[in-house]
């Protein structure tokens, strides 16, 4: 863990702040709040980078909304700043666990050039990306037309073939291409891009605003096509009337992907403890999709690690965070059953005992804590508030007077114990 990359009691305070800025829906506001935690190196800074990034997107679309194409262009192209690999929640979330101490993984994060989604494919269509990229134009261009020759259905080929044809300047073979690629294509998103970056090329506006329109809809969180499609509108409106746009406002937290999940349940299973990083951010209502998202990671490297005492306490700690007290309870056992030494899941079980009113499970919890040798002066102000509540006046005070001792500044305790005193 190195503790340099943990924000600061004030960097958190801003986060929190822009956090309900953005839920109220005040982008710009928030945008403004974001830019000046995101140059951080520390969680708020990487989070604040993703998250700057989904206002501007908003702004831009309420502008695009608004018929105001050229501020809503630099909206999009500022999003596309904070977030230039269009990255996910998740991918943010894992870059935060590899600046957290695991530094050698940080390179898995970086954007790829090209995404090829059918397996059966990949190492020919590969073979002819490497043909392009050692200059082989030519040649990587006759690989794909022999790929979508062979097979015909598989969308794959067709759209890498629209790809580079585009790039060639060979927009009418490229539009066929790509035409071809987003009937076939489950996830057309990327080949509808591209079909309309083809059509604005032929400086046939109209036209890229349809496709561009539509590749916003299946990928709405990503900022370069909302960049694309401002200007696109834009240059349609100069040439007369003002375009139709259908817009899909992205959600604040998008969907994950199953591979994301995964990165992130290895991240975590090979060092849990990066967890806490998380658990120190001060805690808001706004915070509710990274802890979700957390919630979902740590129950599957649960279900890989069904024995480690430590994964099961830090995954009671974020269902804790997450207000559900009973998953958290169960989890918090799990861990004290697999370690009863595990005394951080003992206290943390006490207290949550003591928020479901079983003062007798806390008060055993609590005592089992001590019988192990550790004093702390939480866990004597706990069974001193349990005393109290039987009416054991003198267990009570004894209790708060041990946490005193402890810390001498702990004004709960010194604050009970007067209110015995009276």
Known sequence: MHDGRLPSPERKQKYRRALRVLRGRDYSAAVALFAELAS???LCGTLSRYYAGEACQRLGIEQMQQHDFETAAESFRRAAGFNPQNHTLAKYLACCLAQLGKFELAGRYADRETTIR???TAPRIRSA?????DGQQAAAIQTLRAGTTAQPHNGEWHFQLGVLLAAREEHDA???ALSQAVELLPNAGEALKHLGLCHGARREAGEAVRYLSLAQQHRPHDATIGLFLAMA???ASGAGGVPQIQLALPTIAPVVELADIEELTQLISDEPEVIEAFLSLSQTESDADVFELLAAVVDRAALQAPN?????????????RLGRR???IEYCERAVEINPRQVQALITLARLYLETDRQDDAHTRLQQVLDLGHEYADVYF????IYRDRGQRDQAKTSYHKALQINGGYKAARDALEALAA
Do not use: N, P, T, V
């Open 326 to 328: 009973d998953l958290a």
């Open 129 to 133: 990306l490497c043909q392009w990229r």
């Open 308 to 320: 480690d005492a430590d994964l099961f306490y830090h995954r009671a700690c974020i269902h804790r």
């Open 40 to 42: 951080g190196e520390d």
């Open 174 to 176: 490229a539009i066929a």
């Open 118 to 120: 059918s397996a059966d």
């Open 382 to 385: 706990h069974l001193g508030c």
């Open 233 to 235: 509108a834009k240059a």
